[in-house]
């Protein structure tokens, strides 16, 4: 926890009259509701082997001599102290050599290192949990202590959960979860076909499946840019291309088919190109594409043999009058069997997003079009080996796609209760939009679809080259300035992709209506304060 001192275990009782020192603060990742993660601060601590650290008895209090002078017995003893204090300096002296432990040998070199460790782990960022939200949960720590802030509360416009941001549970979905309490879950033998993986496995899971080659062989991915970072997590793990098309952001962040031929083109010269994904509706940017632009993209992938990956986890939230879900798969059967019979397709979805809203069970599915079946079969062992959702994570997914049918008994209370969070998520997309376009030096797309803004912001020169001096990106550096005076989290538009010299966040529209009138107001005046400041 955070400001919590802990003291080191130590071999053996402690030096008379040491001190032992508090471990380093942990540093707590919030999550976006899905998970939260701890990791310490690597740093060296004063107790470490290797520090020179001595371990000396205390002096021997005698009573004072007469007339000040020493006597014989005094000066034994203090032979015998500086004796006994010989070993112990001796050992400092030589723990403080590097490469050294306490006890004079060579230090055995870890197995596991920053430097031996998987490199392209190091590579991996996901800036949804980075440190503008790690400084967000130090910063409610201490108001909780009592701390002086400018601000009284954390408002929380970085993260994705529904629930957590005060979403109502849809009744229909909670009501089998007291069944599944003496439940022994799925028998380990059982001949039934595997459990349906996390939604965060999902994407990952055909991406080891397409990701092969070495060189101009190493197998690329088309991500849109701004994007969500699970991808290009996800390709850094794996050692993949990613190959970045961008998003018309004066078009509403409309895909463009003649910028995926460009990125294709150039990507072609360094790598293999394998697989498109789409994210629609976006996440960050919010936009639903049209059904002209969802067939433009099949035939795109058919002519340039990719495989498409459809993220479709926010089908569901469509706000913007004229907007409309269509399916990837819907589409491609319309299209006729020269399109429908080869084009390959994975697409995606979650019981986390959407009005459902329920983060906490880790429970979504993929479902594979026109994929070969030699290789399915890889694609189920790969997901056999996997630990799947909780028992009560598969119920309630299996309840999410079984929804209540006109005459059930559910039917109508479920129809009230998802039009209720529809509904109240388009008022709070409108709302956001609204306040945006009164923000001087602040632009913002209309929110279509999904639960987030991505509002792009002017930022002074000034400002651009503080940032720059302190080694940030430039709206990384606002974000920070806005927590620290605000108590808004929002997260930095960098940690999603953009274009060179424009800089954005993305904030979700999730808040209560209250906290989000606040949220807006705060934001918008602490771009004008900073504006300023920086002119």
């Known amino acids: 926890m955070i400001g919590r001192e802990e003291e080191i275990p130590r071999e053996g009782l402690p030096c008379p009259g040491e001190r032992t020192a508090p471990f380093p603060e942990e540093q707590v990742t919030a999550g976006d509701g899905c998970s939260a993660g701890k990791r310490r601060q690597s740093q060296q601590h004063p107790l470490q082997p290797g520090t020179g650290l001595r371990c000396e008895p205390p002096a021997e209090i005698l009573p004072a001599s007469e007339g000040g002078k020493t006597t014989e017995m005094e000066t ?9 204090e010989m070993p112990a300096r001796a050992l400092g002296q030589r723990a403080a050599q590097p490469g050294m432990a306490e006890n004079g040998q060579a230090r ?13 782990v190091k590579r991996v960022e996901y800036a949804v949990r980075g440190p503008i939200v790690a400084r967000a949960v130090q910063l409610e720590k201490e108001l909780q202590q009592g ?19 005060g979403q109502k549970p849809i009744t229909f979905f909670r009501q089998p979860e007291p069944c599944c309490g003496a439940s022994r879950g799925l028998e380990g033998d059982s001949p039934s076909p595997p459990p349906p993986p996390s939604p965060l496995l999902c994407p990952q899971t055909i991406l080891k499946l397409l990701v092969s080659g070495e060189g101009r062989s190493r197998t690329g991915v088309m991500l849109p840019i701004p994007q969500y970072p699970l991808y290009s997590a996800a390709l ?60 433009e993209v099949i035939r795109f992938a058919w002519e340039e043999r990719l495989f498409l990956l459809a993220d479709e986890v926010y089908q569901d939230n469509i706000y913007a009058e004229g907007s409309q879900f269509h399916s990837f798969k819907k589409v491609l059967f319309e299209m006729g069997p020269e399109y429908a019979e080869s084009v390959e397709l994975a697409s995606f979805h979650s019981i986390s997003k959407g009005y459902m809203g329920e983060c906490g069970f880790r429970a979504g599915y993929m ?26 994570g598969q119920v309630l997914l299996d309840v999410v796609v079984n929804r209540p ?28 939009q609204e306040a945006f376009a009164r923000a001087p030096g602040i632009r913002c797309n209309p929110v279509q679809g999904a639960m987030y803004a991505f509002p792009r912001i002017q930022l002074p020169p000034r400002a651009v080259e503080e940032a720059q001096a302190q080694g940030q990106a430039p709206d990384m550096f606002f974000c920070l300035k806005l927590l620290e005076e605000t108590g808004i989290c929002v997260v930095p538009g960098s940690g999603f992709g953009q274009k060179e010299g424009t800089f954005h966040f993305r904030m979700t529209i999730l808040p209560p209506l209250e906290k989000l009138e606040v949220l807006l107001q705060k934001l918008s005046q602490f771009h004008a304060r900073f504006t300023q400041e920086y002119s």
Request: hydrophobic share 35%; aromatic share 4%.
């Open 236 to 295: 850094a793990e794996l050692n993949a291309v990613q190959i970045n098309y961008y998003l018309d952001e004066e078009n509403c962040w409309a895909l463009d088919v003649g910028e995926l031929r460009r990125a294709l083109r150039q990507a072609r010269e360094h790598c293999q190109p394998r697989a498109l994904c789409i994210i629609n509706p976006g996440n960050p940017t919010g936009q639903v594409q049209s059904r002209q632009c969802i067939e």
């Open 76 to 84: 034994e003893l203090g032979a015998r102290q500086s004796a006994a």
């Open 108 to 120: 055995r070199e870890r197995v596991l290192s920053l430097g031996s460790m998987n490199p392209f």
């Open 405 to 432: 049918q006109p005459g059930d008994p559910s039917y109508q209370q479920f129809c009230q209760e998802k039009q209720a969070v529809l509904s109240t998520l388009a008022k709070k997309a409108r709302l956001t």
């Open 367 to 392: 479902e594979v079009i026109n994929m070969e079946p030699a290789v399915q079969q890889q694609l189920t062992k790969l997901v056999s080996v996997r630990l799947c959702p909780p028992v009560t």
């Open 147 to 165: 701390v002086k802030k400018p601000f009284t509360e954390v408002i929380r416009g970085n993260i994705g959960d529904a629930q957590a941001m």
